[in-house]
């Protein structure tokens, strides 16, 4: 069971839109998912169409122990649960207050729970207090969601060391990782921040961005997730992208150890695209996962030619390029496949030790040798 908190003492970041609609994606990706609404104004509780007056027990007597977490659990969706809050949680600081252990009342509670889930996403107040303490300590992963202004990046360096300072004086290690929201691809400003933003924290940004989408709010404010209220949206794509690299992080390198294949046992593909304005540009497939540019290296020439190149065992593979957080299919290739998102993706087909042909380049593998690269 991965516990991730959705974290940042900013409002306005997306931090509930976040929770709610990751929750929602990961549910359609068949995982069971367990969504806590840990905030006393419950908006990921009203954002998934209940009432927080009407919830006879919620988050309060889970953490004032009148109650335990399964016996407040609703089912919202298919896979999808909500453990609900409401204003009475404004109070439990003061509840707990001379409580030992008070900051590790939701990790017990979590792991008292009866139901098995996949993931547990808990959605934090808009401050680093007790509630958020709480669920840091309970989680093992933090996503941050970060709008892409100034004072938001100003932010991430406050929660960042709030979240050291968390390592260093209790010894819970939690892996950090920032997620780019309300991005507007009209604004200049924008996209520099986002730069800024993948320059300065390179290391824990995710290769997903959260695009401004008019149906997010839409839903919000009709109580649904965006997989239920606009599925061919932006922010459905956005989304089910974040979903999928959540998931991949988890799955890592688990193909690889089933198959025993390592990178000299397979051949290289040199995949190109002409983008010469392009600020950045990655690569995405099934063979790593659907995230950008994990196990690639790349190459860009001065005319804005961006090489990307992969170690690949026999087998068809879907594929995307992914310029300035845009995804794209490969519009040298005209082999395309129906993807899980509606879409579609271009295919790329490896046989062993043969000379792979990806535009206008041939990639030949030696057995038990390096690969090398034949320009045509």
Not at 42 to 63: D, W
Not at 83 to 90: C, E, H, K
Request: net charge negative.
């Amino acid at each position: 069971m991965r516990v991730i908190a959705i974290v940042n003492q900013k409002g306005g970041c997306g931090k509930t839109t976040t929770a709610i609609n990751l929750a929602a994606c990961l549910a359609a990706q068949s995982r069971n998912v367990l969504l806590i609404d840990l905030d006393p104004q419950a908006h990921a509780t009203l954002g998934l169409s209940i009432k927080p007056e009407e919830a006879e027990r919620g988050m309060y007597e889970v953490l004032s122990g009148e109650a335990t977490l399964d016996e407040v659990i609703t089912q919202v969706l298919p896979r999808l649960s909500l453990a609900p809050s409401n204003i009475a949680l404004s109070a439990i600081e003061q509840f707990l207050a001379g409580t030992p252990e008070r900051e590790r009342q939701l990790a017990s509670r979590i792991a008292a729970l009866q139901e098995p889930y996949d993931y547990v996403l808990i959605d934090c107040p808009p401050s680093v207090g007790l509630l958020t303490f709480n669920a840091l300590i309970a989680c093992q992963e933090a996503i941050v969601p970060v709008e892409t202004s100034f004072f938001s990046l100003q932010g991430v360096v406050k929660l960042s060391e709030t979240i050291k300072l968390i390592g260093e004086k209790i010894g819970h290690e939690i892996s950090v990782r920032i997620l780019p929201t309300k991005v507007d691809r009209r604004a200049g400003y924008a996209k520099e921040i986002l730069l800024k933003m993948r320059e300065r924290f390179s290391d824990v940004t995710l290769a997903t961005a959260i695009n401004l989408n008019d149906k997010l709010r839409e839903a919000a404010g009709l109580g649904l997730p965006i997989t239920e209220y606009a599925p061919e949206s932006t922010g459905f794509k956005d989304y089910m992208a974040l979903a999928r690299e959540v998931i991949s992080i988890e799955r890592g390198r688990e193909k690889d150890r089933q198959t025993g294949l390592g990178p000299l046992s397979r051949s290289g593909v040199l995949f190109a695209i002409n983008a010469p304005g392009a600020h950045d540009v990655k690569l995405a497939g099934d063979f790593n996962g659907w995230i950008p540019d994990r196990d690639v290296l790349s190459l860009k020439d001065e005319g804005g030619l961006w090489k990307k190149f992969v170690f690949l065992g026999p087998g068809s593979y879907q594929y995307k390029f992914v310029v300035d957080d845009e995804w794209r299919e490969d519009p040298q290739n005209s082999v395309v496949a129906q993807d899980t998102l509606g879409g579609q993706s271009s295919v790329v087909v490896v046989e062993a030790l043969t000379v792979t042909m990806v535009k206008d380049h041939a990639v030949a593998a030696r057995s038990g040798g390096e690969p090398q690269v034949v320009p045509m």
